[in-house]
Each structure stands twice: as structure tokens, then as C-alpha cells.
């Protein structure tokens, strides 16, 4: 079998995810394709999905601006889509299309990779910061592994509160001043990112060494808030593997296969360090 997987999105141009389904491809002994199918915002978007149902694909991926536009167009969905609301992977199979959501059992993958010890403190207090789609998916990624104590900090607190009950919602000043009580501290905002590296979303000092202090901004790798957490001798997961570990389950989705990661992260860093 011949596998023809894509992704459609727009831009997506310099999109990283051809290369890392074509490591999967080859790790896993399977032959295929993927490619980048780009829909322009401004174009039928009607036609363009009837285009890519002719196109017989195998599964593809959907990155921005179409991850709940795709919705309309699926014939099903599962448990992951329909609590987060939008769908990054769809599932081409007799005839049928499938959105799954796996942004957050990635992420989870990616942390539990990292750090296997994680395992056993899932009833450590965990800080999300932001309440975008990011924040979504990751919330409900630890909510299906077992994490209970969630709390969600953002500056529009209103955001958080459509996402979890309001009794787990606090302000970024809140997060700030009673951040020695979180084991985990992730943070999904944009903050951070080229080429606003020099900000961070609120100050870490008074983190302890046991701290998990995650960022999913990966440009760059080593954000001023993940330094910050190094020099206080917390543990830092960096943001590109959650970035791996989505794909890895897309991947197993469409294949039934689990590919290899070794090695992958450190090929993944020095792409995006060119
Ligand atoms: P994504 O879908 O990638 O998570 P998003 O939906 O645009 O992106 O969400 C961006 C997140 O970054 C939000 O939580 C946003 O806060 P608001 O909900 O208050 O807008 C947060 N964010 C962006 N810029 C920020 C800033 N300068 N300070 C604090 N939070 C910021």
C-alpha cells in the first residue's frame, strides 16, 4: 500500500510536518507521501474540499485558519474533537471522514516522554496559562490522562472560564503571586514568540527544582520563560516535541503503527535552529 496523506491550512508553506511523517513513513518501513495542500482563504472553500475528497487521500492534517471549519465537512467525530471543538486530523476511511483532535494527547505524550516520573504526580496542581485553542486541547489532553487539579490563568479570564469551572479560573497576577504552589506550570500563550522573545507571560522566581515548566512556543526553543525556569534549576520541556508527539498519534491514526521517535527531538532542534 501506497499511503498519499496532506495538510491544508494557509500559509503553510514552511510547515515542518512533511518532514516528520516522512521520518514516520521510514521509520515504520511504509511507503507514502505527504504533502501540503494549501487552501487560500479568499478561494470557494466548498470546492476546495470537494477537490480534496478527489484526491483520495489516506488521512491529512488541518492547521490554521480551518480547524473548525473542517467540522462541516466530516462525517463523524471523535471523543477529542467534539470536547475541544476542533478537529487537526481527519481519518479517510471507505469513503468516510473522521476528525480527531490530537493536540492534547500529544502534548501529554510529549511531557510523559520527557519526564516518565510525571506519571506519578498526576495529583500535582497544574497551571495552564492562556485559554486559547492551544490551552483546549491540552486541558482536555490531561483531563483524559488523569490529571485532576487544573487550574487555567489568563488575561482575558473570561476565555479560561468557558474552558474549565470558574472555581479553577485565576488572573495572570493570581498565577504570579501563588506560583510556588503548581508542580506543572505550562504556558500556551503567544507570548514569548519571535520576535517578542525578550517577554514572558508572568515572572517564575520562587519556582522550586521539583517544578515542570513547559512553554509550547518553540521559536525560539529556549524562550525567556523556560530560561528563567532553567536558572532557577526547575525541569523545561521544550515546545517543539508536542509538536512530534501530535503527529506521532495522527500517524498512528491513519496507520495503526507507532513510530520510533528516538532521536527525532534533537533532528526536530537543529531544523528549527537551521
Ligand atoms: P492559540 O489558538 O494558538 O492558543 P489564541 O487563541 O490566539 O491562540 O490564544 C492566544 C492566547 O495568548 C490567549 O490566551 C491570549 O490571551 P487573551 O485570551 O487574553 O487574548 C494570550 N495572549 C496573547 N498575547 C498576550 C499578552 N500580551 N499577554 C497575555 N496573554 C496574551
Given at each position: 500500500?501506497?499511503?498519499?496523506?496532506?495538510?491544508?491550512?494557509?500559509?503553510?508553506?514552511?510547515?515542518?510536518?512533511?518532514?516528520?511523517?516522512?521520518?514516520?513513513?521510514?521509520?515504520?518501513?511504509?511507503?507514502?507521501?505527504?504533502?501540503?495542500?494549501?487552501?487560500?482563504?479568499?478561494?470557494?472553500?466548498?470546492?476546495?474540499?470537494?477537490?480534496?475528497?478527489?484526491?483520495?487521500?489516506?488521512?491529512?492534517?488541518?492547521?490554521?485558519?480551518?480547524?473548525?471549519?473542517?467540522?462541516?465537512?466530516?462525517?463523524?467525530?471523535?471523543?477529542?474533537?467534539?470536547?475541544?471543538?476542533?478537529?487537526?486530523?481527519?481519518?479517510?476511511?471507505?469513503?468516510?471522514?473522521?476528525?480527531?483532535?490530537?493536540?492534547?494527547?500529544?502534548?501529554?505524550?510529549?511531557?510523559?516522554?520527557?519526564?516518565?516520573?510525571?506519571?506519578?504526580?498526576?495529583?500535582?496542581?497544574?497551571?495552564?496559562?492562556?485559554?486559547?485553542?492551544?490551552?483546549?486541547?491540552?486541558?482536555?489532553?490531561?483531563?483524559?490522562?488523569?490529571?485532576?487539579?487544573?487550574?487555567?490563568?489568563n488575561r482575558t479570564k473570561q476565555k479560561a472560564e468557558a474552558i474549565a469551572n470558574a472555581e479553577n479560573v485565576i488572573t495572570l497576577e493570581e498565577a504570579q503571586q501563588n506560583i510556588t504552589k503548581f508542580g506543572i506550570i505550562i504556558q500556551t500563550t503567544s507570548v514569548g514568540m519571535k520576535p517578542h522573545q525578550a517577554d514572558a507571560v508572568i515572572d517564575l522566581y520562587g519556582i522550586n527544582r521539583?517544578?515542570?515548566?513547559?512553554?509550547?512556543?518553540?521559536?525560539?526553543?529556549?524562550?525567556?520563560?523556560?530560561?528563567?525556569?532553567?536558572?532557577?534549576?526547575?525541569?523545561?520541556?521544550?515546545?517543539?516535541?508536542?509538536?512530534?508527539?501530535?503527529?506521532?498519534?495522527?500517524?498512528?491514526?491513519?496507520?495503526?503503527?507507532?513510530?520510533?521517535?528516538?532521536?527525532?527531538?534533537?533532528?526536530?532542534?537543529?531544523?528549527?535552529?537551521?
Open positions: 500500500m501506497v499511503y498519499q496523506f496532506g495538510l491544508i491550512g494557509y500559509p503553510i508553506k514552511h510547515s515542518l510536518s512533511p518532514w516528520i511523517h516522512k521520518q514516520f513513513l521510514t521509520r515504520s518501513g511504509l511507503t507514502g507521501d505527504y504533502s501540503i495542500i494549501e487552501i487560500d482563504p479568499n478561494s470557494n472553500i466548498s470546492e476546495s474540499i470537494t477537490a480534496l475528497r478527489k484526491m483520495e487521500l489516506d488521512g491529512f492534517n488541518i492547521t490554521v485558519p480551518y480547524k473548525q471549519t473542517i467540522i462541516d465537512y466530516l462525517d463523524d467525530l471523535d471523543e477529542s474533537a467534539l470536547q475541544i471543538g476542533a478537529v487537526n486530523t481527519v481519518l479517510c476511511k471507505n469513503n468516510r471522514w473522521i476528525g480527531y483532535n490530537t493536540d492534547g494527547i500529544g502534548y501529554v505524550r510529549s511531557l510523559e516522554r520527557k519526564y516518565p516520573e510525571i506519571m506519578n504526580r498526576k495529583t500535582d496542581s497544574v497551571l495552564i496559562l492562556g485559554a486559547g485553542g492551544a490551552c483546549k486541547g491540552i486541558y482536555h489532553g490531561l483531563l483524559a490522562n488523569g490529571y485532576r487539579h487544573i487550574t487555567l490563568a521539583d517544578t515542570i515548566v513547559s512553554d509550547i512556543v518553540y521559536q525560539p526553543l529556549m524562550t525567556t520563560f523556560l530560561n528563567q525556569a532553567k536558572q532557577l534549576g526547575a525541569k523545561v520541556h521544550l515546545g517543539h516535541t508536542m509538536l512530534l508527539y501530535q503527529a506521532q498519534y495522527a500517524f498512528e491514526i491513519w496507520t495503526n503503527e507507532q513510530s520510533d521517535m528516538t532521536g527525532l527531538d534533537q533532528q526536530l532542534q537543529m531544523q528549527l535552529e537551521g
